[in-house]
Structures are given as structure tokens and as C-alpha cells.
């Protein structure tokens, strides 16, 4: 092939904007921001790409997407072929490409970050997954039926990932789900105008193709117990994904107050209730006028922009530390700065006050300065005295995570750490023969792609514990730990059977 | 073990209409019926644009493979449940049993009382006492003669029951607490009282069974979304701690809660509850007057009957 080879001179040096629904406009409906990248912009966002030899974005993404090889398809305007390759490690492109925080992944060591923007990666990966659901494709691959039953503990993003991984390795699997829906946090957390419904339907259709069954409605632990599964419903192993969901709160007085409650509670009702068309939809929400959200993570990027949406005069983010350490990703931050969130940066909230019919009137916080850092390795913050200030708000909403779930603790032997979180081994097996878990309940509050990377991961600890060949080959390093597996160098491998036979 | 959800529903397999405002529904499904336990409860959702809400099991039976609910009709929700819950309907969602298993303990004498909603769930309760060999003792309470029921269940698991009316149009005229007081006179060795009821009522047997440091279980209802522990707007006083109604409970000692904190959030949503149920209100009435001409389609949701 007589291409010219693209250096960090020859590629388009600026990275292709996508249109995004102007800022005051978005701000009062729940239509996507992003209107994500059309073929041209795809396939100019592409180009950038250096194809270079070391591919740090394949180490950078949780579940190793082959992230150049894809690239390369859209260059060449092969865009069922992107998909096939995305598909081969990642069944969800439309919504990964929308949630990941991609600048502390793929697109955080990018080759051609380091001088210009880095390459698109997530832009051009819901590119691709949105093509597939316009155009309806999916790769089901021929399944052979490995005659096992899995069952799959939570619908959220690590159960689906899971999922999927044992559907296409011939497993019968079912995956219940606590909700009336599939999907969990996707479903409940993540607003429409980031993660829009009808794309997290059409991804569940496609793993309805794979033969998964979902069930709602089902709170596994209090219908039947993890040990149950095992036994009387027959499943020959299980994952549990239950994500974390016990919401945190901060302990200070005024919290009982009414008109605080947690980011979950006010994204439940808005975004799986609907409660933001009520009374067409019956569950209530009673929307603040002046909203302030604690916290500054993707949830608390959420909260803000829904209650901006849901109609709010003023919308106030309370963080106690400063910007540069805020966990959020950094377009959320960007989307609601655009969209005229007040950021309070170094500030922390020491008192609700209610006013004679408990109601929330007002938040009573204290300006913070950064000293030492802290185990975390972020500068600690730390009150500044007499700096008590109070302001005025009538609905305080609490984004600081998530404790363990305790139902499966309640409800099963299996082992839990310290924390409350299911304690697993590398392999995320858990105390149970046979029982696997991932996502939030194991390691607390992540990110989506983190949980399907334990999904996945989960999977191939129930392949290998059901016997099943796993043909994946992700990882590079994992390929170099089963060539020595049991200290047996690969080639030697039929002269150790002979010994031993 | 037979698949639990049908694709389109829970049906409702007998239905009993105790006054007005009080109806009791029997949903098919085998396998919360086997896994059920007193002082659990549900959430149900009527129809797929409805509220979910928590409601205590008042009765299971693993043999017929039906949960029992009784409901009184508060709100929108309640109300269009009594208007559309018919026999052979289905609800859109039942998911549960949800909360912790009442401890029936090692007590040789108990009190069960029941008061007003808190009558039917009570009734697993002592069910579950009078199995486990105790002495059951039923104080159940209503406004009037008219609105009692399951008195004969009742009489069938308690040894001994006291009626309690306002009006005293039936057994004792007073509230529960008489009829608790009445128990602690007669009987100076009770182990413990287990309260259902509205908070009001509650509280009210906390601070009667207080001075006599007996033992007081109480079981909270607080506004829930999914019931899982997830949004935590259950988030209830208990002593010094704040616990989650739905993972935690839904049973607490009585003498520990916070019941002023309870029902100041329990009145989180009132307007707009308020609001949808006026609303309701009027779709009924104009459905009602319009119903001979055609069916209104003003009740701008699909229906969920089938």
C-alpha cells in the first residue's frame, strides 16, 4: 500500500467539535446535549488517529477495546466492521461511548495527546454503536449451548456485560432485576439528556438476541437467596451485581429536614418514575427553586443539571475540595458550567436550617483551603475559621456516594470485607463456590465501564469454573500468564501431560 | 420451581371490599408466597405509568401461592387501585417480600395491636406468635363497628382479643392504648407488644408500654421509591442513628424512634399528592357523567386491565 505515514504533522491538528444543543436551550428539556459525530465528522475525528505501534488506548480501556483497529475501519468507511470490532469486547458501544470518563482511559494516554487533543475515542465509539442501532445490527455470533444455567444478580451495567459473556459462551442466563426495568443505575441514575432510554433499551434488545432472559420485579436475597439459586432454581453459577445503593449522607443536623434528600432519590424519581411529567406520571417530586448538591462527582453533575431541568432559579454545586480534584468527568463539569451551575469550589456544608414547618430554608457552610494531601493523595481540605456563611435554598441534595448495599449480606453466607462490600479474590469469586461478583458491590462507587470490565472479568471466572474454553483474548498479560500457568512454560505443555500420564 | 413473572402482570385472584375505604387483595404469586414472612412487605406499581408503593403482607399462603394486601384508599393511587383492582386484573409490578422477617422471638406473652391500616398486617404477626407457642393477646382497633373486620381470623390465632373502637359502637370504646392497658393490668408478665398502625398510633403505644419498659416493636411505612435501600428517602431516627426503613427494618424499637421526624416526612409530597388525587378526582367525575356517551379516553393512559 503506497500510504503516505501519517505523522503528528500530517493528521488534522484540531479535534472535531460535535454539535451540542445550545447550552440555555438544553437546560430546560431532557433531550441529549450531545448530538454525536455524523459520517463526516466521524470519519475526520478518524483520521487523526497515528496508528501508532504501542496502542497505549487499548491498555488504557477497561475491557481492552481494540480501539485502532475500529478507528481504522471508520477511515475506511467500514463502519459494520467498527462495530464488529468493538462488539468483540464491548456489547454496549452506544452507551460507553457516552459515559466513559475517557480522558483518565483511552483517551487520557492517547500518542497525540501528548502534543495536540487527543483522538475522539468515545465520540467516534458512540458513533459507531448509534449507527448500529439506526441501522439494527448486531453481531450474534453462533452460539453452541454449553448446557450450564447462570444467573445474573442486578441488570446494571456488570450484570450485562456479564451477561453477555456467558450468553455468547453458550450459557442459559437469566438476569433479575430488583426494579420494575432492566438496566439499573443506566436506567435510574443516568439522566436522558446524557443517556438517553431508548438507547439503553436497544442495547438490552440486542442482548435479548443473545437468548438472556431478564426478569423484573425479582429481589434476589428476599424471594430467593444467592444459596437458593444454587440449589432449587438450578443455576449452575452465579454473578452478583448489585451495584452499591445505600446512599451516604454527611451526618450534620438538618438532614431529616424535608426537602434533602439523595442524588439517587431525586434521579429515581425523575429519570425511572418520570416523575419530572407528573401527573401524567403518579410518582411526585417536589422540584427546588434554589437547589444546592453536594458533592462533585458524575452523580452530582447529574443532580444539578436535572434540577436545572426540572426548573430551578438557581442551581449551586457545594464541593469542599477544588476543581482540578472534583471526580466528575471533565465534560459534565464543562456541560453544566455552559449550562449556568453555580460552582462553589472549597466549600463545605456544616448545617441545614429549616424553617418552622421543616422545610429546608437555608445551608449553612464554611470556605475550606487545601493542606497536606491525604491518603488519596489530594490535599486535604480544611476549614477556614470564622469563613461561616449561609445562603438560601430549599432543597439540599446529598452526592457523596454510596455505602454496600446490605440485602445479600442479610440474606446469604457470603463473606463480606470490612466495609460491607463482597469480599472476592482476584478472580472476583467470592466465599461461595461457584458465585462471582463485581461492580459497585465489590470494590463501592465506580464508573460504568469499570463495572462491565468486572462483568466481564466475572465471566471469565465462571467459564473457567464451569469448564468452559474461553476463547477471549483481551489482555496481552493474561495471554502471558496462562503460556506459564502452573509455572509450565507453554511449549513444554505436552511434555508435562506425558509425565503425568 | 415455576417461573415467578408472568410477562404480563400479578393477577389479582380474589378481591373482598371491607367498607369503603378498605379492600383487601389477593395477588398470584407462588414464589413470594413461599419466601413471605410476617412483617414484610411489598411495592407495587398498578400500571406502568403509576407511583410504587409499600405495602405490608398481611397474609401469605404457600398452598394457594397467594400474597394477601389490604389497602385503604388514601390517595390517587390507592383510590384508582380500588376503582380498576378487579378479580382477574393484573398489576403491573409486585416485587418483594422486602425488609427484614419480623423476630419472633423466644416471648411467652405478647401483645399484637393493630390499629385502623395497621389491623391486617398485624395478623401475620400473631400468627407467627401463636406458632411459635406463645400467648397471643390481639388488641386491634378501628374508628367504628362498620369498618372491623377479620375479627374471626383474629380470634382464630389470639387467645385472648380486645376490640377497640372510637365510638365504642363495638368491644372496648377508646383507642389501642386502652386496650393495651387493659392487657398490661390483667396480665403483669408480657414480654413484649408488637404496634402496626399509623404513626399517630404508634407512638402512642410506645409511650404506653414506656413506664413498663416492656418491649414495643414497631413497624414503619415511610415514603419509599424502590425499596432496596437505593434512594434512601425511607431514611428514619432510630435513637441516635438514621436507619433505612426498607433494608433496615421495616421493624424498630418503638421506644427508640423518632416518630415526630417520621410523620414530619411523611408529609414530604403532600401538595403534589394532593393534587394528583384532585385530580383523579375530577377524571372520575367526568368520566362518571360522560360514561354513557363513550368511553373517555380523559384518563390519558393506556389501561393496564389486560
Known sequence: MATRKKTIRTIPQERTPVQEQDPLERATNFTEVSCGYNVQEAAREAERCLMCPDQPCVRGCPVGIDIPAFVKKITEKHFHGAYDIITDTNLLPAICGRVCPQENQ??????????????????????????????????????????FRVGIVGSGPAGMACAADLAKAGCEVVVYEALHEPGGVLKYGIPDFRLPNEVIDAEIQKLRRLGIRFECNTLVGRLFTIEQMLTELGFHAVFVGTGAGYPSFM??????????????????????????????????????????????????????????????????????????????????????????????WLTSPIEILGDKDKRVRALRCVKME????????????????????????????????????????????????????????GNLATSIAGVYAGGDIVTGAATVIEAMGAGRMAARGIKAYLGLRDTDSIYEDELASISTRFGINGEEHGFAQLRIG | MPNNVPASGYRIVARQDFSDVTYLLEIEHPLMA??????????????????RIPLTIADFDAAKGTITLVIQAVGKTTKEMQANCTVGTRLYAVVGPMGIPSRIGAAKKVVCVGGGLGVAPIY?????????????????????????????????????????????????????????????AAHPDIDEVVAIG???????CAETTRPHKIKTIVSLNPVMVDGTGMCGGCRVKIGDQVKFACVDGPDFDGHLVDFDDLMSRLVRYKRAEQEALERFQETCRLRGTAETEMEVTSLDRPSTDG
Open chain 1, 251 to 344: 451526618g450534620i443536623p438538618g438532614e431529616s429536614l424535608n426537602g434533602v434528600l439523595s442524588a439517587n432519590e431525586l434521579l429515581t424519581r425523575c429519570n425511572l418514575m418520570r416523575a419530572r411529567d407528573f401527573p401524567n406520571f403518579d410518582t411526585p417530586l417536589m422540584p427546588g427553586k434554589h437547589v444546592a448538591v453536594i458533592g462533585a462527582g458524575n452523580t452530582a453533575m447529574d443532580a444539578l443539571r436535572v434540577s436545572l431541568r426540572l426548573g430551578a432559579d438557581g442551581v449551586h454545586c457545594i464541593y469542599r475540595r477544588s476543581k482540578k480534584e472534583a471526580p466528575a468527568r471533565v465534560e459534565e463539569i464543562h456541560h453544566a458550567e455552559e449550562e449556568g451551575v453555580d460552582f462553589n
Open chain 1, 370 to 425: 487545601l493542606g497536606a494531601p491525604d491518603e488519596s493523595g489530594r490535599r486535604r481540605p480544611v476549614p477556614v475559621a470564622g469563613s461561616e456563611f449561609e445562603f438560601e435554598t430549599d432543597m439540599v441534595v446529598f452526592a457523596i456516594g454510596t455505602n454496600a448495599n446490605p440485602i445479600l449480606g442479610q440474606t446469604s453466607k457470603l463473606a463480606l470485607n470490612r466495609r460491607g462490600y463482597i469480599a472476592t479474590d
Open chain 1, 106 to 147: 483511552c483517551e487520557g494516554v492517547c500518542t497525540v495527546g501528548q502534543t495536540l487533543e487527543p483522538v475522539a475515542i468515545g465520540r467516534l465509539e458512540r458513533f459507531v454503536g448509534d449507527m448500529a442501532i439506526r441501522e439494527g445490527w448486531a453481531s450474534i455470533p453462533y452460539i453452541e449451548p454449553a448446557g
Open chain 2, 198 to 204: 399509623p404513626p399517630i398510633m404508634m407512638k402512642g
Open chain 2, 124 to 184: 401475620p404477626q400473631a400468627r407467627g406468635y401463636r406458632e411459635s407457642g406463645a400467648y397471643v393477646i390481639g388488641v386491634i382497633g378501628f374508628r367504628n363497628r362498620d369498618l372491623m373486620f377479620w375479627e374471626d381470623k383474629f380470634r382464630a390465632v389470639c387467645d385472648e382479643l380486645i376490640v377497640c373502637t372510637d365510638d365504642g359502637s363495638a368491644g372496648i370504646k377508646g383507642l389501642v392504648t386502652e386496650g393495651i392497658k387493659q392487657a398490661i
Open chain 2, 34 to 51: 413461599r419466601a413471605a414472612r410476617p412483617g414484610q412487605f411489598v411495592i407495587v406499581m398498578e400500571h406502568e405509568r403509576g407511583e
